[in-house]
């Protein structure tokens, strides 16, 4: 059964600190990894690997794939309170047609 | 503005009753979702479509239904049959190429009394 794995799932940390978000994946047929941000309601795209060893940078935001050991982080340097949100893991399946699994999401909470 | 919407924004039911959340986009885009988010859980799939008169179910699509008459619009009818309907669902879009980027709805919050 294929399954995308985030940890950890909740995080405290102190505005200017430095955070690593983990997410593993067991999928067949893969084709794309995809975070997303969701702060209240709908999630926002973020980045999109598709392959291994190139880092994405947006801002402070950075993530990269390493598709050998099946698994990405995504990075977040000097955060602010506006970081506070549930960041989402996805990895697009090529089932020949289009179908994303979802990880359970890291909620991370940045403190003033 | 091209987006995707949904309503309503939250919908109250009784059990043993059938409910239609809408979701429309106009971003021209071929594939179409609907997600269930529990807390903890995030996002579980209910039913997807590819293309216009086509839809596939998800890993959760027991109790749920969807019709895809029109590219533009992908409602989901939640129904007495679905045990534990109270969450939020959220619809979202894709172009259905090879990259599959979506784009959300601002979800549905559905409580049943």
């Known amino acids: 059964e294929d399954k995308v794995v985030q940890s950890p799932l909740s995080l405290v940390v102190h505005e200017g600190d430095t955070v690593t978000l983990n997410c593993s994946y067991e999928?067949?047929?893969?084709?794309?990894l995809l975070w997303y941000k969701q702060e209240k309601k709908a999630p926002t795209f973020l980045f999109m690997l598709?392959?291994?060893?190139i880092e994405k940078k947006s801002g402070r935001l950075s993530s990269i794939l390493d598709k050998k050991e099946l698994f990405s982080i995504l990075n977040i340097t000097a955060t602010q309170t506006g970081d506070s949100a549930i960041y989402l893991c996805a990895v697009d399946a090529d089932t020949g047609g289009f179908k994303t699994i979802f990880g359970a999401g890291t909620r991370l909470f940045v403190k003033a | 503005d091209g987006g995707i919407t949904q309503s309503p924004k939250y919908l109250f039911r009784k059990e043993g009753q059938n409910v239609t959340l809408s979701c429309e986009q106009n971003l021209n885009h071929d594939a179409m979702y609907w997600y269930r988010q529990d807390p903890g859980q995030g996002l579980r799939l209910i039913y997807y479509s590819q293309i216009v008169n086509d839809f596939q179910k998800g890993d959760i699509a027991e109790g749920y239904s969807v019709s895809r008459e029109k590219k533009e619009s992908f409602p989901l009818t939640v129904t007495s049959a679905q045990k534990n309907p109270t969450a939020f669902y959220l619809c979202a879009s894709s172009s259905g190429r090879l990259y599959n980027e979506q784009f959300f709805g601002p979800g549905t919050r559905l409580t049943v009394l």
């Open positions: 598709t392959s291994s060893g």
């Open positions: 999928v067949t047929n893969f084709r794309s």
